[in-house]
């Protein structure tokens, strides 16, 4: 198995045991407020791929729009049920949220009756990590872009020149190739670079594996916003700690670049803890409104052009100051932010 391997096989081991894990009787999760928005399920067939099914769910919010679009790329392991406490929150306030499920990474991997137990649970996530699965699972995002601006329900809602994705674990890597990051192996290596992506929101990012991440991530010149936690960890990582999942944030340079890093915060937060039946930690509450509002905020600024908000953001390391620590790189706000550098960044 190879470094880049090992890399995702970190994130999906802790997914499938998750899902693999009994479900808690009682969610502690709070009851979400009265929303507008609906919620829409669905699914695309790509014919150019052998008939590869992409299944979808769609927040729409009220109203007529055209509303900006946010794509929303979940874990090895998980599904477009991911995220809901944090999808649904960018959807109550304007912007149509699609979350595609990855077929071949997502928890179908479970669905071939492989054991439950560790051993099982390696075999399963290894066999959603391959170049094949990979590749297929970066081709769903153009796909889908061109799915949502052609959908009878989806299109009329979709303001297709203002468009964000976003993205958990392997769900943030597929982010991070969808604005740039090269794939070793693929032809070119930034052939699944979407132009029409114009921010982007990376939640558990690694650092690349067997590539210089100044290289890896030199074709990225996208507005990000990057989130992880002191405890972002996962069995299999090859991050010595989890402030090496600062890595892309340390190495992008061209654009906007913010980073939110939580005390305590772990790997499964930035998911909603759905693989625990939506069973919470007493800290996740608060750190859950910190990601929400941040969020919001990004988009905000990148995808609605709200001036405010970007204003917000040049003052984020004073916001999260007592949650965490919050990070700045945009000559529009001034000095960066100083922060420790990684190992092996340049």
């Keep these: 198995m190879n470094r880049s391997a090992i890399c995702l096989l970190s994130a999906a081991v802790v997914a499938l045991a998750s899902m693999a894990a009994p479900a808690q009787a009682q969610s502690t999760a709070p009851a979400a407020a009265a929303s507008r928005v609906q919620v829409i399920y669905g699914a695309w067939t790509d014919a150019a791929r052998g008939g590869r099914v992409v299944p979808y769910k769609a927040y729409v919010p009220a109203g007529r729009g055209p509303f900006p679009v946010v794509v929303h790329s979940h874990g090895l392991g998980g599904s477009r049920e991911a995220?809901?406490?944090?999808?649904?929150?960018?959807?109550?306030?304007?912007?149509?949220?699609?979350?595609?499920?990855?077929?071949?990474?997502?928890?179908?991997?479970?669905?071939?009756?492989?054991?439950?137990?560790?051993?099982?649970?390696?075999?399963?996530?290894?066999?959603?990590?391959?170049?094949?699965?990979?590749?297929?699972?970066?081709?769903?995002?153009?796909?889908?872009?061109?799915?949502?601006?052609?959908?009878?329900?989806?299109?009329p809602k979709a303001d297709m020149a203002h468009v964000g994705m976003s993205g958990h674990s392997y769900g943030a890597l597929s982010t991070l190739?969808?604005?740039?990051?090269?794939?070793?192996?693929?032809?070119?290596?930034?052939?699944?670079?979407?132009?029409?992506?114009?921010?982007?929101i990376?939640?558990?990012?690694?650092?690349?594996?067997?590539?210089?991440?100044?290289?890896?991530?030199?074709?990225?010149?996208?507005?990000?916003?990057?989130?992880?936690?002191?405890a972002?960890?996962?069995?299999?990582?090859?991050?010595?700690?989890?402030?090496?999942?600062?890595?892309?944030?340390q190495a992008i340079t061209g654009a906007d670049q913010f980073l939110i890093v939580l005390d305590g915060a772990d790997h499964g937060l930035f998911g909603g803890r759905r693989g625990a039946g939506g069973v919470l930690k007493p800290t996740d509450p608060p750190q859950m409104e910190i990601v929400k509002a941040e969020t919001i905020r990004f988009w905000r600024a990148y995808l609605k052009g709200d001036k405010a908000a970007a204003a917000e953001l040049c003052a984020l390391p004073s916001r999260i100051a007592g949650a965490g620590d919050g990070y700045r790189k945009a000559a529009r706000c001034g000095p960066p932010t100083p922060i420790a550098p990684v190992a092996g960044l340049r």
């Design 83 to 155: 995220s809901v406490f944090l999808l649904q929150a960018v959807a109550d306030a304007g912007f149509l949220v699609v979350c595609l499920q990855h077929a071949g990474s997502d928890s179908g991997l479970l669905a071939s009756g492989r054991p439950r137990d560790p051993a099982g649970l390696v075999a399963a996530a290894g066999a959603g990590i391959n170049q094949q699965a990979a590749q297929a699972r970066y081709g769903d995002l153009p796909f889908a872009l061109d799915q949502i601006g052609q959908d009878p329900v989806l299109g």
């Design 177 to 200: 190739v969808a604005t740039g990051q090269r794939v070793l192996g693929a032809s070119p290596p930034t052939r699944f670079a979407d132009p029409r992506i114009k921010a982007a």
């Design 202 to 230: 990376a939640y558990s990012p690694n650092k690349p594996r067997g590539d210089d991440p100044a290289t890896a991530f030199a074709a990225i010149k996208t507005p990000m916003l990057h989130f992880t936690g002191t």
């Design 232 to 249: 972002d960890v996962t069995p299999f990582d090859l991050e010595k700690t989890p402030f090496e999942r600062t890595t892309p944030f």
